[in-house]
């Protein structure tokens, strides 16, 4: 999403999961905010579908957890899409790591 010319900066800040609530594919819903103010758009709770279709639109949704990381749409063997953090290359649980409500 580009405003005036500047990409807006979506943030995942909390997640909220379906039991047992022990992988990324248990992610149901995140919450988004936008950290370039003034926002255009307010913080509300988004579907993993919803992330994954502004993902795979070639936007970006990131993590703070000690330090900025990307979130990144996956794909499970059976076709199931997920969100996952990646730094250096590698997946990380920064998702799992959020608040939960």
């Excluded at 994954?52 to 330090?67: A, F, I, T």
């Excluded at 990381?69 to 290359?89: K, L, N, Y």
């Amino acid at each position: 999403m580009e405003r005036d010319g500047r990409r807006s900066m979506l943030r995942i800040t909390h997640v909220h999961m379906s039991p047992p609530a022990t992988s990324h594919e248990h992610i149901q819903q995140v919450w988004v905010v936008d950290d370039m103010l003034p926002s255009s758009t307010p913080p509300r709770w988004w579907t993993v579908e919803e992330a994954v279709r502004h993902l795979r639109g070639g936007n970006k949704l990131y993590v703070v957890e000690g330090r900025q990381v990307e979130v990144q749409a996956r794909q499970t063997p059976s076709g199931h899409w997920f969100i996952q953090t990646a730094a250096d290359g590698r997946w990380q649980n920064n998702l799992l790591e959020l608040p939960r409500m």
